[in-house]
C-alpha cells in the first residue's frame, strides 16, 4: 500500500502450483464476460494514518479483512477450532495475497458480511466451516488443494476465466505495495488470521511484547526514514486511535529503556544485585567493588537468559537512603548517601548496559522530599526509583 489510496494487487500465478485450485465455477462477482477488472483491491491508508482495527462484531479477522481490502473476489475461510486449518488457511492466503477469516457460530454473521462486503465469489476453506448459506447464494467453496485439471487457471485470487476456458491473469507476476508501506502492530496473542490478510495485504508487519508501541524500539525504528509512514494496530487492546497515536509519538522521542522501547514491562526481565556500595551487611552489592560488581551482575543475568522468554537485563538496585534506628542530624530516622558517592556507580552502570534502581528508605520525611534529591541521578537514561514503604515512618515512630 502507498498511503495514498487504494491499490490493485494482482493475483500470483504461482499460487496454482501451491494450491492445486481450478475455479470451474462462475464468478458472481465478474459475470460472464471475458474481460475481467482488478481481480483484489487493497484499502488506502492516509499518510500518517494511525487506526485501530478492533473486533467489531466479535470477529477480528473479518474486521481486518474489510479494513486492509476492498475488494476481493476470493478468499479463505477456517475452522476457527481447528489449529491446522488456521496454520493451513493463513500460509495459503498469504502467499495469494487475499483475506483469510476464521468462522465459528459466534463470528458467523460478521464473517459472512465481511465476505459480501468484499464481494466474494470463491471461498477456499480449511477444516470444515459450515457455508451452507453462502452457497446458497451462489457463492462458489471449495476445500484448500482441491481442483479439476483442465478447468481453467487455477489462482485463488479469481484471475481464472470463471467459465473454465483458458482465461488469463491480467496482472499475474506483479504484487502492489510489496514494499510494505503500511506498519501493521500485533502481538504473539493477536488472531493468526487478522495477522495474514495484513500481510497478504503488502502490509509490514510488527510483533510486539505489548499491546503498545513503546514496548519496543521496533515501530520506532521502521519509523524512523519515514514518520507518516501509516500505522495500523490489529485488536482494540491496543487503544483507541488517539491512544495509539500517542504512544507511536512517545516511542519515538527520548531515550530507551535497556532491550528497547520506552515501557519497563512487558518485553523484558531485570536480574539484580541489592545493597549499598561499601557495605557488605546491606546486600550482594556491597560485597565487592565496582568493576566486580558489574561482571558478577552480567554472569548472573547471563544464566537466566537461557530460560527467559524475554530479553534479560543485568541491573544494580542500589538503597540510596537507608532507614536507621538513631534519628540523626534532621531528626528523620534515615541516612542519605551523597550523590557524589552514587554517581561513579550510576555511570558505570550505564556504560556497561545495566538498569539501576535507587531505592529509598525515608524513615520520617516523605519519599518526594528524598527523591528530588537524587534528581541529578534520576534524570538519567535508564535510572528509576523504587519506594520502600515499610521504611516510611510515622512522626511517632
Known amino acids: 500500500m ?10 500470483t500465478r504461482s499460487i496454482a502450483a501451491l ?23 487493497t484499502a488506502g491508508f492516509g499518510s500518517g494514518a494511525r487506526a485501530v482495527v478492533d473486533s467489531d462484531g466479535g470477529s477480528l479477522s473479518a474486521a481486518a479483512a474489510t479494513r486492509f481490502f476492498t475488494h476481493s473476489a476470493a478468499a479463505v475461510v ?18 495469494a495475497h487475499i483475506p483469510v477469516l476464521l468462522l465459528d457460530e459466534p463470528t458467523r454473521t460478521a464473517v459472512e458480511l465481511a465476505l459480501a462486503h468484499l464481494g466474494v465469489a470463491v471461498v477456499y476453506t480449511a477444516g470444515h466451516p459450515d457455508l451452507s448459506d453462502l452457497q446458497a447464494t451462489g457463492v462458489a467453496v471449495q476445500p484448500l488443494g ?26 499475474a507476476g506483479t504484487t502492489a505495495d ?25 502490509a509490514q508487519v510488527l510483533t510486539l511484547a505489548a499491546p503498545d508501541p513503546r514496548s519496543s524500539s521496533a515501530t520506532a525504528d521502521a519509523l524512523h526514514a519515514d514518520a507518516d509512514r501509516p500505522v495500523v494496530a490489529l485488536g482494540d487492546e491496543f487503544g483507541s486511535a488517539a491512544d495509539l497515536r500517542r504512544r507511536i509519538d512517545a516511542s519515538g522521542h527520548g531515550p530507551q529503556v535497556i532491550g528497547g522501547g520506552a515501557l519497563m514491562f ?34 548472573l543475568a547471563a544464566q537466566y537468559a537461557p530460560l527467559s522468554t524475554v530479553p534479560v537485563v543485568p541491573a544494580f538496585e542500589i538503597i540510596a537512603s537507608v532507614a536507621s534506628a538513631a534519628p540523626g542530624p534532621d531528626d528523620q530516622y534515615s541516612s542519605m548517601t551523597p550523590v557524589a558517592q552514587l554517581l561513579p556507580w550510576v555511570e558505570a552502570a550505564n556504560s556497561a548496559g545495566l538498569y539501576v534502581t535507587l ?15 537524587y534528581q541529578q541521578l534520576l534524570e538519567m537514561p535508564n535510572v528509576g526509583l523504587a519506594l520502600d514503604p ?3 515512618l510515622k512522626p511517632d515512630q
Open 390 to 392: 515499610e521504611w516510611r
Open 266 to 299: 512487558p518485553g523484558r526481565r531485570f536480574v539484580a544485585l541489592y545493597g549499598a556500595p561499601g557495605t557488605p551487611a546491606l546486600g550482594v552489592l556491597g560485597q565487592q567493588d565496582l568493576p566486580a560488581a558489574i561482571a558478577r551482575v552480567k554472569a
Open 359 to 373: 531505592d529509598l528508605q525515608p524513615g520520617r520525611t516523605d519519599f518526594l522530599t528524598q527523591a528530588k534529591a
Open 146 to 171: 482441491s481442483g479439476t485439471a483442465g478447468s481453467g487457471t487455477a489462482d485463488p485470487a479469481g484471475g481464472a476465466d470463471p467459465a473454465g476456458g483458458a482465461g488469463t491473469t491480467a496482472y
Open 2 to 11: 502507498n498511503g495514498r489510496g487504494p491499490a490493485e494487487r494482482p493475483a
Open 78 to 95: 477456517a475452522d476457527a477450532h481447528d489449529p491446522t486449518a488456521v496454520r493451513s488457511a493463513t500460509a495459503a492466503a498469504t502467499t
Open 178 to 202: 510489496a514494499d510494505g508501506n503500511v506498519i501493521a502492530l500485533a502481538t504473539d496473542q493477536t488472531d493468526p488470521a487478522a495477522v495474514a490478510t495484513a500481510r497478504a495485504a503488502g
Open 19 to 41: 494450491l492445486s485450485i481450478a475455479l470451474a465455477t462462475t464468478c458472481v462477482a465478474c459475470g460472464s464476460s471475458s474481460t475481467y477488472g482488478p481481480t483484489v483491491q
